[in-house]
Structures are given as structure tokens and as C-alpha cells.
């Protein structure tokens, strides 16, 4: 079945956080860019590969993204205004051909416990076709989406994300508890920066 290693990683990083007055992504999180909370997920994370999907700001989200890891992979959604559906389309249309499945993080969210990671895995490689967070009963993020749903990812518009896809799987979606409330906390405003 999926090893570790078949798995790939995607950081949503597209959007303009326009909430937040702009710049989200860059905005100092403990000393560094919000960003990198996200990266340092995704890198501890069981897979081969990190994608950064870049879209407003792209030159300097992809500076800050390279400065984490210069081994990380990026790729532009040119049409990042629609949403995250776009962002979403960009990056599965970049991941390694033998991917088995596909962690999708969001840029915003730098506080993601790292180990759940692993058991979201393991969900989808033992035969779920994706997988989630969920603590005190709420689902969070990142979700793990199997291979057999990109194609459905591929034709996603909007800016629903995969929700449709994983409300549309109900009793099938795995759900992976997680240790505390990192799934669920995201940046939207600057005050969110002092939570």
C-alpha cells in the first residue's frame, strides 16, 4: 500500500488577505513569517514533496517559502482571484506523477500539531479516500486527499476549497482526532496574531 514517501504536500498560499489588509502570509508569526508555521507542518508531514502554491504577493511569498526550504517546490495559480479552487487546480496539476495522495495545508494556519500528520496517512493508505482533524468534534485541517479524488479537485470552481468533495464522501471521510485546537486556529485579522 502508500508509503510515507508517496505522499506529497501542497501549502495554499495564493490568496490576498485582503481581511488582514495584505501581506498575511509575510506577517511576523513568533518571530518569522506567518507562512513558515505552515511549512514547518508540511515538512513534518510523512512525504516526499512540498508544493507552495503561490498567487497575490508570488515573488515575495515565494522568497519567504524559499527561505524556510530552498528544496520546497513552487508553482503559480494565475487565476488565484476566483479562490482557493484555483489554488487548489495549480498545485494538484504539479504534484509528482506517483503521488498517492496529497496533504493540503493552508498558508494561514501556522500552529498545525504535527502529530497528527502521521495518522492522516496512514488513514488514506489503509483504504480511506480522505482523511481530516477533527478536535472537540469540529473538522480542521489539513485534509488528506487520496489519488482518486484529484480528479475532482481538478474540477473544482470557487471558493469552497474541497469541502464539496469531502461533505460528498460523509461516513467514508476518515476523521483523525487531534491533540489540541492547531487544526482549526487560521489567521484572518492582525489581532489573530497575538491568539
Not at 47 to 55: E, P, W
Not at 65 to 94: K, T
Not at 138 to 157: C, F
Amino acid at each position: 500500500m502508500a508509503t510515507g514517501e508517496s505522499f506529497a504536500a501542497l501549502v495554499l498560499a495564493a490568496g490576498s488577505g485582503s481581511r488582514f489588509g495584505g501581506g498575511k502570509l509575510l506577517a511576523d508569526w513568533r518571530g518569522a513569517p506567518l507562512l513558515h508555521g505552515a511549512l514547518a507542518a508540511a515538512r513534518a508531514a510523512p512525504v516526499g514533496s512540498v508544493t507552495v502554491v503561490t498567487g497575490a504577493d508570488a515573488a515575495a511569498v515565494e522568497a519567504a517559502a524559499r527561505a524556510f526550504d530552498p528544496e520546497v517546490r513552487v508553482v503559480h495559480a494565475p487565476d488565484h482571484a476566483e479562490g482557493m479552487a484555483a489554488s487548489l487546480r495549480a498545485g494538484v496539476a504539479a504534484l509528482p506523477g506517483d503521488a498517492a495522495g496529497v496533504f493540503v495545508f493552508l498558508g494561514d494556519m501556522p500552529r498545525v500539531p504535527h502529530a497528527v500528520l502521521a495518522a492522516l496517512a496512514r488513514a488514506v493508505a489503509e483504504g480511506a479516500p480522505a482523511a481530516a482533524p477533527v478536535f472537540g468534534g469540529v473538522r480542521g485541517n489539513p485534509v488528506v486527499l487520496s489519488r482518486s479524488l484529484l480528479p475532482q479537485v481538478a474540477a473544482l470552481k470557487g471558493d469552497a476549497g474541497a469541502r464539496p468533495i469531502l461533505k460528498a464522501l460523509g461516513e467514508r471521510l476518515a476523521r483523525v482526532e487531534a491533540p489540541d485546537d492547531g487544526i482549526l486556529f487560521d489567521v484572518d485579522a492582525p489581532a489573530d496574531l497575538g491568539r
